[in-house]
Structures are given as structure tokens and as C-alpha cells.
T-cell receptor, first 116, second 112 residues
């Protein structure tokens, strides 16, 4: 596609519900990253994939958070039993290279999650 | 610990005047440094990056940044601000891995 697409754009859910956030990267991009951005803060790394392999999930806050990218394209970030502290903007980014720490990331517009 | 610090949470300039957004880094080795811009309801967009080549890096939209190892700084500048530059700016680095670590951001306001 023309850019990184994330859906839904906004998600409002009740505490305790599960949510799934979707990221459709730029076609052909091999790496995919998830970030979380709280209000007034910079984005914080959650996890990333090279193709379908999850390379690093050290930024996932706890075991309620999981991510997958089964076919090396679309990715889903799932949050189980949501809590109010999970409210944030969730951003996805993709890159055409496997990454040596110098690559350019292309970011989507994000999913704004609100947990009531 | 490796980190970046953006010294100003808000900067306000008049249109046509210079812009200076400050960023200092802390790293035990030479990091790759980036500046990203975030306009409302848009994704972050890369302005420029430093990867141990030239210390003065030119980016898009007239922005540039200079890597100063002696000062551990990577400040973002532009000679003349435009109204369209109003946005939030993030300094970031990768310290040898593939994860970007972002600063807390600087909100740039451009006034007539």
C-alpha cells in the first residue's frame, strides 16, 4: 500500500476486555515494529519482527500483551484483560531493510486506545 | 544507560526566525541519531539521521542537525521557520540494536 495502515483509528473498550490492533505495513517491507506512546511522552518500543519472526519482545509490559505476524506481512497486537493504564496511542512502523540500527522507519497514524 | 534528552518541552518562534530544538544523548559508544516530526493525526516522519558519516546532516524541509561528540549533542536547526513547521519533534537513537529510543518530544509553535 501507499503507507503503513493501522486499524482501528480509535478504540474505546471497557476494562477487562481484550483488544486486537492491526497493522498493515508498506508492501514488501520486511521489518515491522510496534511502539506505544503515552500522552506527553515519546514512543516506547514494544516489539519487532523480521518477516514473521519476532526478534525482540523486551518492550512488552507484561504477559497480557502479545503480537504476531504469521505471514510476514500484517501484524496484530493483542492486549488481554485491558486495564486503564493501557490507554495510549499504539504506533506501528515498517522498514524495507532488516535493520542494522540505521534504517528509516515508516510510521502509521496509530490506534488511540482508551480503556474505560 | 543510553538515552536522549530533549531539553525543551515547548519552543515558540516567530515565522521567519531561526529554529533551535535541543537534544543531548548519553551513550557509551557512537549511536545512530535521528530526528522525527509528528504532525497532528499523522505518523512520525523522519527528518534526518546521523550514522557516523558527516557530522552536519541535512534533512528534509530545510532542517539540519550537527553531531557534536564533545558536547554529546545533536541539536536540530532551521534558518527560517514556516507556519507549516509547527509540530512535535522527537530526537531518537539506536545504540547498536534495531530499537529506536525516543526523547520526550518538543512541541514547536510558530507564530505570525
Amino acid at each position: 500500500g501507499a503507507g503503513v495502515s493501522q486499524s482501528p483509528r480509535y478504540k474505546v473498550t471497557k476494562r477487562g476486555q481484550d483488544v486486537a490492533l492491526r497493522c498493515d505495513p508498506i508492501s514488501g517491507h520486511v521489518s515491522l515494529y510496534w511502539y506505544r506512546q503515552a500522552l506527553g511522552q515519546g514512543p516506547e518500543f514494544l516489539t519487532y519482527f523480521n518477516y514473521e519472526a519476532q526478534q525482540d519482545k523486551s518492550g512488552l509490559p507484561n504477559d497480557r500483551f502479545s503480537a504476531e505476524r504469521p505471514e510476514g506481512s500484517i501484524s496484530t497486537l493483542t492486549i488481554q484483560r485491558t486495564e486503564q493504564r493501557d490507554s495510549a496511542m499504539y504506533r506501528c512502523a515498517s522498514s524495507p531493510t532488516l535493520g542494522q540500527g540505521e534504517e528509516k522507519l515508516f510510521f502509521g497514524s496509530g490506534t488511540q486506545l482508551s480503556v474505560l | 544507560a543510553q538515552s536522549v534528552t530533549q531539553l525543551d518541552s515547548h519552543v515558540s518562534v516567530s515565522e521567519g526566525t531561526p529554529v533551535l530544538l535541543r537534544c543531548n544523548y548519553s551513550s557509551s559508544y557512537s549511536p545512530s541519531l535521528f530526528w522525527y516530526v509528528q504532525h497532528p493525526n499523522k505518523g512520525l516522519q523522519l527528518l534526518l539521521k546521523y550514522t557516523s558519516a558527516a557530522t552536519l546532516v541535512k534533512g528534509i524541509n530545510g532542517f539540519e542537525a550537527e553531531f557534536k561528540k564533545s558536547e554529546t549533542s545533536f541539536h536540530l536547526t532551521k534558518p527560517s521557520a514556516h507556519m507549516s513547521d509547527a509540530a512535535e519533534y522527537f530526537c531518537a537513537f539506536t545504540g547498536g540494536g534495531n530499537k529506536l529510543t525516543f526523547g520526550t518530544g518538543t512541541q514547536l509553535k510558530v507564530e505570525l
